[in-house]
Structure formats: structure tokens, C-alpha cells
């Protein structure tokens, strides 16, 4: 194994962990898994061959024998003496954001596992950001058992010793580390009635560590780790069919993909109107319509790939025609999106698709591609933005960002009206509202707030007279990015103007 490691330095705004990453032999052009483990109080310090010799664990991903059927990388980080994983999560889930940049790993097959303290540390990940994870493999850990409800829609194969008498399978457990929580089969019990119909529990009778291993009740994870078919579940879980879905109120869904995209589906009394696609997989459209008995038809806020891959699975839909130029953008991404000019219906300011009871009103918000519009929905109280909001200028056909702030200073005119000062703001990627990567920066929602101060955003770029600082995303020009108050702009010099 000691080949394939590289030695990691894990650290963010003043917190550090040591760290080693298994690197797998790698194909060009292919994508592969990575699992994250996190071992018990026993591993901590700064030694990082604790946690390498620890067995079974981390070997198990790590055998030539697992390699040589499932290549994937392998982080395996310490934790400091005296220290939980707890106070690290945020920086956990930092490093599993960044790593797919650094390395050919695959964002929708990221996994953690981890045992005892690591048990309890996989169940805080998973509660904080389970938008990351694809699966996990929880092993003789303790959680809150209200807090663990977050992962209501991430596959887990838990396992815990029903006379583990280090961590207590059930009742309420304080750590002498200092955390407190639940045993496993607590947790479980609570994330099943949170919904999560994929979450299994496997159990060791009492007296079987000790007779068919040898070992410690509490060494649960060395049959665990020998569960090959535990081990290979986790590896078939991906991210990229996998949707969340809340109910914003009644008659307004909110989904969400692996990308951080969001769509919503709305009900009227005839039909229903989904807004944008995103960019996942599997049978999206059947997923979408088990949300509703009625009719679905499709509007897209405007024709970029993360909300409009899937178009092509529906015959019409609504989408200004500015934006058909952008179209063959999608299509080179993803040849399968065969939507023409004679799939489109066209929508202008002021137009109103009739749903049966509710109307969503059309507002041009152009700047972010030529054709952007926003959604309004008095009934439900909800305005759709898209990404007029949170504001990437620097992509091809980006506005002027002149004629930008002139939709923008219309669209807030509209607001203004008797019936518009009290709606949501629901934006198309609301985990991102604020920063482009999800644990980089505070969650700024859109709002009424937010417009202002795009408003005023725009006179300062125009007058170069805001902070700006290079971008690192950009399409053949430089980058900028600006800010103020709430608002957040990235632009092109060309735009500018």
C-alpha cells in the first residue's frame, strides 16, 4: 500500500488534519470512487501509521485483491490527541469538495465509513452534509438522533454488537470524549421514520464477537469489513440518479441533484409546471411525475446545460428563443438533448402559463445568457429566479451589464405592486446562493435585499469602483468577481459596459 500513498495535509481557515490519500492505478479519461475513512479514539494523534496498521479498516479498500475488482482512492485522515471528529466536519467535507479538482474522482461516488469514534463521525457528516456523500458504512458509532435525520435520502449499511459495552447499541450515550448521542439501532429507528427506505442494519447477536471472532464486543467492524457484500452495495451507490425533495408548501416541490441544481415542480388544478432540469440521470422525468397526478409540462429559466440537459424528455416546453443560440452548447455536452427551435414555446415579459387556478407570470431578468427569465407565482407566494440572481456575467453571451441592471430595475418595479412584496425567492441552486462551491461561503439567500443591492452592484462595476478580484472559472477571457452587501457578480471586462 505504501507506493500508492500521498501523504495530505488537510487544513482551512486555521484547522489542520493529517492525512494520507490511496491513489489507485488510473485509466485516462476515466472517473473513480472515492471512500473516506475515519478511525477510533485509539488511531488519534499525529502518527499517521495508527490509522495505516489499524485492521480491518482502511485495508480493506486498500487490498490488492479489493483494488484489483474495484479501484478507488482511499482518504485516510487523523485526528488530533485529545480531539472528536466534530469540530473537523466542516473541513472533512472542504477536502472531499476539493479532491475531485486535484484527482480523477468521480463527485457522485464519494463514500465514508468509519468506526467507534469514526462510527460517530461518519453519522455527523452525514447529518451536516449529506448532499456529498453517496452511501456510507456507520460501524459502532452514536449520533443525534435528530440531527441524522438530514441524511434521509443517502443509502446507509449501518452495523453495531447488540453487547458493545464501549458504545451501548441503544439509549442515549455520553461519550467521554465529550460528544453524546444514540446508539446505532436508535439512529436507524430515526432515519427510517424520517423516510429513508434505503438504510440497512446489520446487528450481532450477543456473545458472536467473542465466539466467532475472538474479539472485543466492540470490534464489530472486523466482520463488517469482511462483509463483501456490504462493501460492494456502498460502490454501486451513486449521486447522479439520486434527487432530494422537499415540500416548500402545499402544491410547491423543491428538487435537487447531485450538482447542487434546483428545480421545482408547481401545481395548479389542471397541470403541473416544472421548472428547469438540472443535470442528473435515471428516470427523471418518471420521478418527477410521482410527485404529482397531474399533467407535467416543462419551462426552463434559460438554456444552460445545468437547467436544461433533460429537455429533450419532454415534446414542448416553455423557454425564450433568445437563448436557442445556446442550445448546441448543451448538445455537444450531451449529445442525448435533441430539443429544437420546434420544441420551444416561446416566453416573453408579461406572459402567463395557466396552470388551472394559478398563473406564473414571465419576467425578463436578461444578463446571465441573452434569454434569462424569472417565474412568479403569486398563489404559492414564490418567485423562480433561475440564475438572475446569483450572478455569473462572465459566460458566452453574458449582457452588457448595462442592459442587465435595466431588467433587473423593471423586475424590481414589478415587485413593488400590491400582490408582489411578500413572495420567496427560490433561486436554481439555492445551496450555492452566496459561493459557487457549497462549504466555501456563508449561504446568502436571494431576496428583495438581494436585488437592491445587485442594482447597485451594477453602477459600481460600471464605474470600476468596487474590490475586484480574479476569477478562477472562465470561458477564454479573464474573470472578474465583485461584491456588495449581498449581492455577488462575476464578469468579463467585455461586459462591462
Not at 489507485?24 to 496498521?53: C, M, N, Q, S, W
Not at 456523500?133 to 459502532?140: D, E, H, K, L, T
Not at 450515550?173 to 429513508?196: E, W
Not at 422537499?246 to 434546483?262: H, K, M, R
Request: aromatic share 10%.
Amino acid at each position: 500500500m505504501m507506493n500508492n500513498l500521498v501523504m495530505k495535509e488537510i487544513k482551512k481557515s486555521g484547522q489542520y488534519l493529517n492525512a494520507a490519500l490511496y491513489v489507485p492505478k488510473t485509466e485516462p479519461e476515466e472517473k473513480y470512487p472515492l471512500v473516506l475513512f475515519l478511525h477510533g479514539a485509539g488511531e488519534r494523534g499525529e502518527d499517521i501509521h495508527k490509522v495505516l496498521d489499524f485492521t480491518p479498516g482502511a485495508d480493506a479498500f486498500t487490498a490488492e485483491s479489493w483494488q484489483k475488482e474495484h479501484p478507488c482512492f482511499v482518504l485516510m485522515p487523523q485526528c488530533p490527541d485529545g480531539k472528536t471528529w466534530l469540530p473537523f466536519i466542516d473541513l472533512l467535507a472542504d477536502a472531499l469538495s476539493r479532491l475531485p479538482r486535484e484527482y480523477p474522482i468521480d463527485v457522485c461516488r464519494i463514500y465514508v465509513t468509519g468506526v467507534s469514534l469514526g462510527g460517530a463521525g461518519t453519522w455527523a457528516l452525514l447529518a451536516k452534509c449529506p448532499h456529498l456523500i453517496a452511501a456510507a458504512m456507520p460501524i459502532c458509532g452514536y449520533s443525534d438522533p435528530f440531527a441524522v435525520r438530514a441524511a434521509k435520502h443517502v443509502p446507509v449499511w449501518a452495523f453495531h454488537a447488540a453487547d458493545d459495552p464501549v458504545v451501548p447499541v441503544t439509549g442515549e450515550y455520553h461519550s467521554p470524549h465529550g460528544p453524546h448521542g444514540v446508539g446505532t439501532r436508535m439512529i436507524v429507528s430515526s432515519l427510517r421514520s424520517a423516510g429513508n427506505r434505503d438504510v440497512h442494519y446489520t446487528e450481532y447477536p450477543a456473545g458472536y464477537m467473542e465466539k466467532e471472532w475472538k474479539t472485543h464486543p466492540h470490534a464489530s467492524w472486523a466482520p463488517a469489513y469482511n462483509t463483501k457484500e456490504a462493501l460492494e452495495w456502498m460502490l454501486t451507490k451513486t449521486r447522479l440518479d439520486r434527487y432530494e425533495i422537499e415540500l416548500i408548501c402545499p402544491g410547491v416541490f423543491y428538487i435537487e441533484d447531485f450538482n447542487n441544481d434546483s428545480m421545482y415542480l408547481v401545481e395548479g388544478k389542471e397541470k403541473a409546471l416544472l421548472i428547469d432540469t438540472g443535470l442528473g440521470g435515471g428516470d427523471f422525468r418518471a420521478m418527477v411525475e410521482s410527485l404529482t397526478t397531474l399533467p407535467v409540462e416543462l419551462a426552463v429559466t434559460h438554456a444552460h446545460l445545468d437547467h436544461m440537459r433533460l429537455s429533450y424528455l419532454f415534446d414542448r416546453f416553455y423557454m425564450s428563443k433568445k437563448d436557442l443560440p445556446l442550445v448546441p452548447r448543451v448538445q455537444d455536452a450531451f449529445p442525448e438533448n435533441t430539443s429544437a427551435a420546434g420544441n420551444v414555446i416561446d416566453i416573453r415579459d408579461g406572459d402567463v402559463i395557466d396552470l388551472g387556478g394559478v398563473e406564473i407570470e414571465v419576467a425578463e431578468v436578461c444578463g446571465h445568457t441573452p434569454g434569462s427569465v424569472v417565474f412568479i407565482d403569486r398563489t404559492h407566494k414564490c418567485v423562480f429566479t433561475g440564475d438572475a440572481l446569483g450572478l455569473w456575467m462572465q459566460v458566452p453571451m453574458a449582457l452588457p451589464i448595462s442592459e442587465y441592471k435595466t431588467y433587473l430595475l423593471r423586475l424590481r418595479e414589478k415587485l413593488r405592486q400590491e400582490g408582489y412584496t411578500e413572495l420567496a425567492f427560490l433561486g436554481g441552486h439555492r445551496r450555492q446562493e452566496g459561493g459557487l462551491f457549497p462549504m466555501e461561503d456563508v449561504y446568502i439567500p436571494n431576496s428583495y435585499e438581494k436585488l437592491e443591492d445587485m442594482i447597485v452592484l451594477c453602477d459600481l462595476v460600471l464605474a470600476h469602483e468596487t474590490e475586484e478580484r480574479p476569477y478562477p472559472v472562465n470561458f477564454g477571457e479573464p474573470a472578474l468577481e465583485a461584491s456588495y452587501r449581498t449581492a455577488n457578480m462575476v464578469f468579463k471586462e467585455s461586459v462591462r459596459k
